[in-house]
């Protein structure tokens, strides 16, 4: 994070409230103002009425300064939320675009959870600067405002206060003091039942089969007396705490009440002036409060910070070029590209024809869905070039990439309201016939019917399975059209029935096109014009199913219960 | 979710009716200085310090001092007597937190959503500091007010005509918005949940989005949820202007009305001392009382109702019991496969074989089981009958999502099938009452090993607390845990799930598994983090012992240590032994990957001559 950066976006966000960040700015330092001066004038209003001297205009005067506080106040509250409100949306909008021109990198840089307290939490923060900036200069002022006027009144009471302000400064340094000790244990012994209850939901199969969910309930909430002690012990330093606080502030407003009645008898200053007095005081004692503010802007840097840190990241360029007619012939060139851990793919080169049915297969690890992200620009290569119909990736319009390629997923993430939504997620928009013929040869339509609502059940409110996902994914992928489909072992979840079924699809009314399937299954491998066996960061091998089943290597790479190839006694252990 | 949360709220506070008169009589003490503050002041002026006696003046301001002593002795007590309250309440919220979901999770066989349970955590905080900051405020309110309008009386009772009429009118203007604060409020919150929930959606899925090119598309819908937060933000922003209107009439127009007055005050005998008395009650103990109140009411009750509603939702059961539930279980993936429906119907009869028989095991009787994880969804399982001889052993294969771990949770009685019946030896094993016993007949060992903090031992004798040494020492060895145990240091060594491997949890759940010596023993892949040979070990310590056996297995070795096999695919399932499969079901041999007697059958469907690389 570039401090820089925080800065410039603080700035940008408040900048968003307009007008309204200045009307903000105006009410706040008249407020300030009418606070500090009431006092005063209050003071004088009361001698004024007490000699019967120039009533009516200090009267006059005093009514009006209590007016614009209270309707300044609302304004501030007005106006404040306003702008908040705009500078937080602002920053959202900011931060979803980047997001979204970031594409898989944001994830892979930032967790989902981070991206979600950034976009949610530290976006209001972040939007609160404006407001808080006001804040600090409203927690400042008055409490020194207040210090001088004590002493134009009367320099002995402003001695008064200054002698007896440390005390109040002590008291606010051993608050954050006791409490933070006494919270420490309360929130280990948090962390250990919510640490338990987590590793008992993890383990819920095992406890519901062995019925030992209330002893489990018992075991989780064992720390809770503990947990209560460490509770009492927190509001034991909260209860001495606030008791000093009860008792510093008053006693020094009593110290300077002394001082001021002493004053008065000696007629060195009014009845109004001691009242005055007496209201500085606790004004004065306010800058306890300067620190909180200071604070509060110190956060909304720092949220800044993490606002800027996502969008510091360079987004996805695409190009402009658009494709010639082409069968959607793709070829990797010279292609290396990071996995989580190392290169995964090392100067890889492949060409993939057009209208042809390929299978990647090899072992977990080889880079196979590397492969499959890179053929659809989901990832750049690290070095290298990847090519469809002749047209580097990268010069691509990402409007005319995405028409190209239609991607479906193993575990594919549903997005849009209903189903119909998600089948027809993505760049334009079909007719309902067209979806349900789609997910019809992606197997989804008859689960999809027996929904509450068929196509327009809700998504979030409808839970599916792993296979149904997969083939709800595949059907959105049937949809998008395209010259190159790209298949990232979508029929893991699926029955062989079913595999079957889509098999026919694919080497059927999806003929024409170019279609990359990445599987573990070798009858999918046994179906492809062409096998790719990927293996140690490049192409193990090329050829066609039937050819390469005479490795026993290749064999090994299709082993749908991880078959270990030991000698097995038939029945042991069972048979005696 | 308002109404329960409130009732939650209530009920734990009518159970501590005493400690809530504790909480009283002490903020009376506490209010000791705001009802005698003002009416020192006037004593002090009047008598002392304009009437030439300082000294009489510093009496009265020592007086106050007490008073103020008295009040922070008060405060003291005040607060401790609100941790009673409050501190019972945390208890009760976590303990309905913890019990609601762990009973809500072992109903549905799948954890509750963690993530949320997480943030339970954060919301038993703030309801906590909510519940305190309203009783805090609410309290110390009505007692200073009550402080302040005894006191101005005290003074002068004309000073109330001046006082009680805004005080009243703002505090009825507070009241009169509260309700529509408090919705505005929530739908602050619930828009910016929504965003939360659309993006946690959207970086879940952002490979989706930009594969399908739905950038713009989602850039618009949530931005425009952004939208409708700022809106509903700056429609809370207009009544918190309410709210200070409110403030400024309560706290600021009688302080006017009283200077406004004081001509007529002063004219009607009223003195010096007395009028600044009665400002500093306004100024210093009703302006501060009245902030807390009004803040502390608007915002903390609103935060308190929501996340106690929350709580309540998250902790009590679910209206529609069984529907996401075990799909999670089903190793990441599940269910209802749709199946044609002239291969559904092909249910294995009830195949009596020519397995051994041995004394101990329970004899499994399963009749016409379908089950689905909807009523209007294909069913995972559909009119299955499978009969197991007392100690016969039993593998069960079949493709992920084909209905093994749903299989085996409808014979271990974990779930309730929507039709047919599971019984062991003769008796249904969702006969209601005897559950505890059940669970010392047969053990379902799940693929996530379970391992809590606490000991060793206390984890291997988790089905027979209290188990004896040297059957823990022999269950250890027979699935191959010893070289774990010396490990760990020992039986009595603490035990921290994390330092161990999933293969490690694995073991400890097998030999804890072993201890009760079950008549039925389920693993439903118990093993898949063992490498093949201690699996095998594993395995036939469970083979070796005389009860029944299912296992789930994820390795075809494993299949071929048992009696029979079961396979299943979808709906269809096949019984047999090994050589009976390989020679009647297609989809075994597929599993088993013996390609090379059926690759005739299964022959690629096209060939192309392959293209070779650049």
Known sequence: ??????????????????????????????????????????????DAVLDDHDTARWLALS???????????????????????????????????????????????????????????????????????????????????????????????????????????????????????????????????????????????????????????????????????????????????????????????????????????????????????????????GISNVLQSVNQLAQARTTAGRIAEVIAEPPVAYGHERLPEGPGRLEFRHVTAQGTDGPVLEDLSLVVPGGALVAVVGPSGAGKSLLAALAGRLVDPDEGEVLLDGVPLRRLAREELRRAMAYGFERPVLLGETFADAIGFGLGTSSTEELVAQARAARADAFIRHMPAGYASRVADTPVSGGEAQRIGLARAFVQGGRVLV????????????????????????ADRTRLIVTHRASTAARADLVVWLADGGVRALGTHHALWADAEYRATFQPLSATKQPVRVGAGGAR | MKARSVRILRSSLSRRRREYRRLVAWSLVQAVPAFLSGWIVARAVDQ?????????????????????????????????????????????????????????????????????????????????????????????????????????????????????????IGLALFVAALRAMAARQREVILADERIAETTAALTGGVRDVVACGAEERVRAQTGAQVDAAARAAVSLARLTAVRTAALGISGWVPLLLILLGAPWLVRNGVTAGAILGAVTYVSQALQPALQGFVQGLGSSGLWLLVTVGRMAEIAVDPDRPGAAALEAAEAGTAAPQATDTETAEAGTGAVTGHAPVRPGGARVEARDLTFGYAQSAEPVIRGLNLVLHPGEHLAVVGPSGAG????????????????????????????????????????????????????????????????????????????????????????????????????????????RALLPAPRLALLDEATCHLDPV?????????????????????????????????????????????????????????????????????????????????
């Not at chain 2, 090994?578 to 079901?585: F, M, N, Y």
């Open chain 1, 487 to 510: 298949l990232d072992d979508v029929a893991a979840s699926l029955d062989t029935v079913t595999e079957h079924h889509i098999s026919q699809v694919l080497t059927g009314a999806l």
């Open chain 2, 534 to 614: 201690a699996e095998a070990v594993a395995e036939e310590a469970f083979a070796r012992r005389p009860g029944t056996l299912i296992v789930v297995a994820h390795r075809i070795s494993s299949a071929l240590r048992a009696d029979r096999i079961l396979v299943m695919d979808g709906t269809r399932v096949g019984l047999g032994t090994h050589e009976e499969l390989i020679a009647e079901s297609a989809l075994y041999r597929d599993l088993v990957g013996h390609w090379g007697a059926a690759s005739a059958s299964q022959a690629p469907v096209r060939t192309v001559t392959p293209i070779p690389t650049p």
């Open chain 1, 63 to 285: 009514g009006a300064l209590i007016l614009v506080l209270v309707v300044f106040d609302i304004v501030d509250d007005l106006v404040a939320g306003v702008a908040e409100a705009r500078s937080t949306a602002w920053l959202r909008h900011t931060l979803l675009g980047h997001v979204l021109a970031l594409g898989p990198r944001a994830t892979r840089r930032f967790t989902g959870g981070d991206l979600v307290s950034r976009m949610v939490g530290n976006t209001a923060r972040t939007g609160n600067f404006a407001s808080g900036v006001v804040w600090v200069v409203m927690s400042l002022v008055p409490p020194l405002g207040a210090i001088a006027a004590l002493a134009l009144i009367d320099v002995w009471l402003c001695l008064t206060f200054l002698v007896g302000m440390p005390l109040v400064a002590l008291l606010v340094r051993s608050f954050l003091r006791d409490v933070s000790d006494a919270n420490e244990g309360y929130f280990r012994v948090q962390g250990t039942i919510a640490a338990r209850l987590t590793d008992a939901l993890g383990g819920i199969r095992t406890i519901a089969a062995a019925r030992t969910v209330d002893r489990e309930a018992r075991r989780v909430l064992a720390p809770l007396p503990e947990l209560h002690r460490h509770g009492l012990g927190m509001w034991s330093a909260v209860a001495r705490v606030s008791a000093r606080g009860d008792l510093v502030v008053p006693l020094l407003l009593v110290a300077v009440l002394a001082v001021a009645g002493l004053e008065l008898s000696q007629g060195r200053i009014t009845p109004g002036d001691m009242l005055a007095a007496s209201e500085y005081v606790v004004m004065a004692v």
């Open chain 1, 1 to 46: 994070m570039r401090p820089g950066a925080a800065d410039r976006l603080l700035l940008a966000a408040a900048r968003r409230g307009g007008a309204l960040v200045g009307a903000m700015v105006i009410s706040s330092l008249l407020i300030t103002g009418v606070t500090l001066a009431l006092p005063a004038i209050m003071g004088r209003t009361v």
């Open chain 2, 48 to 168: 002392g310090f304009l009437a030439d006696r300082p000294a009489t003046g510093f009496l009265w301001l020592a007086a106050l001092a007490g008073a103020f002593i008295v009040g922070a002795w008060g405060t003291r007590h005040a607060m401790l007597g609100l941790a009673s309250l409050i501190e019972p309440f945390r208890d009760e919220l976590i303990t309905l937190v913890a019990t609601g979901t762990l009973h809500r999770s072992a109903r549905l066989g799948a954890p509750a959503d963690t993530a949320g349970v997480a943030r339970l955590t954060e919301h038993v905080e703030r309801a906590r500091d909510a519940y305190g900051a309203i009783v805090l405020f609410v309290q110390g309110f009505v007692v200073t007010a009550g402080g302040v309008l005894l006191g101005l009386a005290g003074l002068d009772p004309l000073l109330l005509v001046l006082v009680l009429p805004p005080l009243m």
């Open chain 2, 404 to 511: 093994k771990s749903t299989l085996a949770a409808l014979i271990a009685g974990v779930l309730e099938p929507q039709s047919g019946q599971v019984r062991l030896d003769d008796v249904p094993v969702l006969a209601p009452g005897d559950g505890d016993d059940l669970a010392r007949h047969r053990v379902l060992i799940p693929q996530e090993a379970y391992v809590f903090t606490g000991t060793l031992e206390e984890n291997l004798t988790y089905l027979v607390p209290g188990a004896a040494p040297a059957d823990v020492e022999a269950a250890v060895r027979a699935v191959g845990a010893a070289p774990l145990v010396a490990r760990l240091g020992g039986y009595d060594a603490p035990l921290d799930p994390r330092d161990l491997s999933t293969g490690e949890r694995q073991l400890v759940a097998l030999a």
